[in-house]
């Protein structure tokens, strides 16, 4: 089996995340989002924002536009 040092496990497929990897010594590979977009409930995917499900209340019409992240 090998064991990865902790600085290494984020080169090692970034960590098992979709886009950042950080490894935090008490927590282990953390991974985040850039802007625009949110972590997912496996902690590792990051998915879009969706905007108009958030703001149904809002009394407009919600379009949400593609960002390139």
Known sequence: MLFL???EKCLQGNGGCSHQCAV???KGVVCS???GLHLGSD???CET???CSA???CSQICEQHKTTV
Do not use: E, F, G, M
Request: glycine content about 0%; some cysteine.
């Open 5 to 7: 040092s902790v600085p």
């Open 24 to 26: 935090i010594p008490s």
């Open 33 to 35: 989002c850039p802007a």
């Open 43 to 45: 902690n590792r995917t």
């Open 49 to 51: 924002v969706d905007y």
């Open 55 to 57: 703001h149904l209340k």
